[in-house]
């Protein structure tokens, strides 16, 4: 049976890959300096670039989850066309989205019952979230059913290793990860912290590492202790704005192993609206989270 794979839009996969992977993306929405856009892959509304010289500039931005009456708009012509849908969420544990997925699924099942509708919990996020994505495409490609992808999501995407830095704690004492304290005193200290994602697909911050060169190292040492069969992988690299610091990791991974691919894109405004300039994010599969 034909299936389409969805994802949204805080998955930060390059639009090329997109468009590879023929996966169905659906742009969330962010606010800044009082205009709406949408986050598409190809940027067109608003590109990373720009977004990002407004954050450096002082501009704030707020972000809003897709609600049910948008995922039925996007599901419904699917399924009439006879196709099954697979739908790989932003984690539960930094949005409401899963939830409104869930909800159209439920009165979408009732108006279609021949088909199949999944929604899977990413838990994850950035391009965790699109790693995933791209598995479950290749999956499709080779020929896999809707079942057995959905089955291999669920049982993998705790194998699914977030770590990242940031390079300004402002960003997280708007969110709320850290302390107003603990983002004044970190930055006079050039403190730069280390965070996951857990199983519960919650931000938690690992440890504080003074200065950023240190930082990006503690990414991939995180990654030696826990990758599993680095030789078979992509990896993938997100970043805010700083490519050179996305780079030095990518070259730190491969003086370390022959990984099959790294792919570095930006990470996109909505995941960045709360992460800020000057994040990096190192994404693999691994023994554990």
């Not at 990002?52 to 039925?72: D, P, V």
């Not at 939830?99 to 950035?126: C, F, H, N, T, W």
């Not at 504080?208 to 992509?234: C, F, W, Y």
Request: aromatic fraction near 8%; charge should be negative.
């Amino acid at each position: 049976m034909r299936y389409r794979i969805i994802t949204d839009s805080t998955g930060d996969l390059p639009v090329e890959l997109v468009r590879n992977l023929q996966l169905t993306v659906i742009p969330m929405e962010f606010t800044i300096d009082g205009k709406s856009y949408r986050n598409y892959p190809d940027g067109h509304e608003m590109n990373a670039g720009a977004f990002y010289r407004l954050l450096r500039a002082g501009k704030t931005s707020t972000t809003a989850q897709i609600n049910s009456h948008e995922f039925m708009e996007w599901m419904e012509p699917i399924l009439q066309a006879g196709e099954d849908v697979l739908y790989l969420a932003f984690s539960s544990g930094l949005s409401g989205t899963c939830q409104g997925a869930l909800m159209a699924k439920k009165e979408l099942s009732a108006k279609y019952p021949e088909r199949k509708i999944y929604v899977v919990d990413s838990l994850a996020a950035s391009m965790g979230e699109g790693l995933l994505a791209y598995y479950a495409s290749k999956m499709q490609m080779d020929g896999k059913s809707i079942d057995e992808v959905y089955q291999w999501l669920q049982e993998n995407k705790l194998h699914l290793c977030h770590w990242f830095t940031v390079d300004d704690l402002n960003h997280l004492k708007r969110g709320g990860r850290v302390s107003p304290a603990a983002a004044l005193f970190g930055t006079m200290l050039g403190i730069k912290p280390v965070l996951h994602v857990d199983d519960a697909g919650h931000l938690i911050p690992v440890s504080k590492i003074r200065g950023r060169r240190q930082s990006l190292d503690t990414l991939v040492a995180h990654m030696e202790a826990t990758v599993t069969n680095p030789e078979e992988q992509v990896i993938f690299i997100s970043h805010g704005d700083c490519e050179k610091d996305a780079q030095y990791v990518a070259d730190k991974i491969r003086s370390k192993w022959n990984v099959k691919d790294i792919v570095l894109n930006e990470i996109g405004p909505v995941i960045g609206s709360h992460s800020g300039p000057g994040t990096v994010a190192l994404f693999f599969l691994g023994s554990k989270r």
